[in-house]
């Protein structure tokens, strides 16, 4: 008999990508950003974390500038110790970057979100890794690691296939494609390029304006390399909103999962239209008081706080390109 809380009650999770980025549309600004990360010293040294950030603001013509960029790198011990970190800009407090909308404090706000789940890199490179992992959480409810993750997130709330460990197999096997689109190589700020396994969280944030509304169209993937080239993802999604100019109430939020590891995570996506009514400014606490822990996924809440920023992008769309 198929029980409620089954893999056998779901479809097959998600896992075709929107990759390439659409080409940028007139009269747009585009925030990108990346982390990075890498294991100079192998898998038993410390990681290497670089963030990359830029707004990219697009005329009427299609000619484009940078209007803000910034750049972080940092060395990060297993039990996630900072050791060196170094900005550019070099702030002087976080809390004047909040103030901003700069896009390196987005970036640097993604920074414990990706220690989380960049190791996942290693398995890509050297599946021996991951079998010592599958082998750590094995299959048993009972299992003290397992127990941990339950309630975390929709995709893990308790009795789901990633809590009791009947679906640890093959979490990640989507072609993650390539986030630049030759169509528009202006499209993506540069990435880091390192030998050897690595790990990237990319955003995308498209706003535009016309009769009253913001548009936004925006985009998260967290990727690996793999050995033989190319890149495999574990988490995409798509997210695209219409807001009032004026008065910044969210009307419309369509979210779509592309890639997702667990065949109950695309569920999440139904709790969205609690934010629809709300002002998009305090859209980071209203996120988190109304999309806590089972009741939202970790990384869609990531990308919907993310348009906080909205209101500051919009403004940028004044300037001249």
Partial sequence: MTVPNSPDHYPPPPR?????????PADSLRRTTSIDVAWPDGPEGQRLFVGR???YLTGADGTGRTLAEGEFSLRMTE????????????PEAIAQLIARADPLYLVLDDLSGTALVSAFAWGQWYPERMELLRRRLGGDEDN????QRANVCWGLREGNSG?????LENVADADAGHLRNPADPEGWHAFLE???PGFRRARRIDVTREQG????DSAFQDSAKLREGGRVAIHEYNLAATVDAESLEVLTLEPEARILPFRECPGAVHNLARLVGRNLAQVREDVLEMLRGPDGCTHL???????ADVPRLVEQLRQPA
């Fill in 16 to 24: 075709q990508t929107a990759n390439p980025a659409p080409p940028r």
């Fill in 53 to 55: 950030a830029r707004d």
């Fill in 79 to 90: 039990d996630k110790t900072i050791t060196e970190i170094a900005a550019d800009p070099a």
């Fill in 144 to 147: 003290p690691v397992l127990a």
């Fill in 163 to 167: 809590v009791t460990g009947t679906s």
């Fill in 194 to 196: 390192y030998e050897g």
């Fill in 213 to 216: 509304l913001i548009r936004i």
């Fill in 301 to 307: 809440n990531d990308a919907l706080r993310a348009l």
